[in-house]
């Protein structure tokens, strides 16, 4: 059995694959996470708001689903 020693960090930021908690599981790609990491924090600013740990947004982005609201889509393309 091998153990990833991952930092801990908020989890709201951490693409799914490391929150898998099989640790038989192969390491996962960091410099992808990254960029998930990235892709949340513009998501907040464009949207204005926090992400709720386990709220429906922080579900649906998990899932590939990123959705706008009306006004963040007048204003960006």
Do not use: C
């Not at 991952?6 to 898998?20: H, Q, S, T, V, W």
């Not at 990235?38 to 998990?62: A, F, S």
């Amino acid at each position: 059995m091998q153990e990833h020693d991952i930092p801990e960090g908020d989890a709201r930021y951490l693409a799914k694959e490391l929150l898998n908690n099989d640790p038989d599981a192969p390491m996962p790609d960091l410099t992808k996470a990254d960029i998930f990491a990235l892709g949340i924090t513009i998501y907040e600013l464009i949207e204005r708001t926090e992400l709720v740990k386990e709220g429906q947004q922080w579900l649906d982005l998990r899932e590939g689903k990123v959705i706008f609201n009306e006004s963040s889509k007048a204003k960006y393309s």
